[in-house]
Nanobody
Framework: QVQLVESGGGLVQAGGSLRLSCLAS??????LGWFRQAPGKEREFVAH????????DYADSVQGRFFISRDNAKNTMYLQMNSLKAEDTAVYYC????????????????WGQGTQVTVSS
């Protein structure tokens, strides 16, 4: 069992930055991912990072603006979000699955409660 708690969301102006954190507790080696869901839209993939931290992947919409990292000693994953746009407004969720990341939300076993990110234009 893995428990995930997101933090760091908030209100920011377009062009600004935020850093999200995901604190993971539980046993096992898990890849971690970020997904987001805007009102009236389906949940979509943002980024994922393998247990080792070596392999990561980004959605095209955030490539070059968002950066995923993890500190396994602190059981924490981060998402640095730069050059934020109004279309980045969503609830951001942290998710976990064994070892390797995936772009598919169905592949993830464990989910956090989410943190709201609102970008004003």
């Amino acid at each position: 069992q893995v428990q995930l708690v997101e933090s760091g969301g908030g209100l920011v102006q377009a062009g600004g930055s935020l850093r999200l954190s995901c604190l993971a507790s539980g046993r096992g080696r898990h890849a971690l991912g970020w997904f987001r869901q805007a009102p009236g839209k389906e949940r979509e993939f943002v980024a994922h990072i393998a247990w080792s931290g070596v392999t990561n992947d980004y959605a095209d919409s955030v490539q070059g603006r968002f950066f995923i990292s993890r500190d396994n000693a602190k059981n924490t994953m981060y998402l640095q979000m730069n050059s934020l746009k109004a279309e980045d407004t969503a609830v951001y969720y942290c998710a976990a699955r064994p070892l390797w990341g995936s772009r598919e939300s169905e592949d993830y076993e464990f989910w956090g409660q989410g943190t709201q990110v609102t970008v004003s234009s």
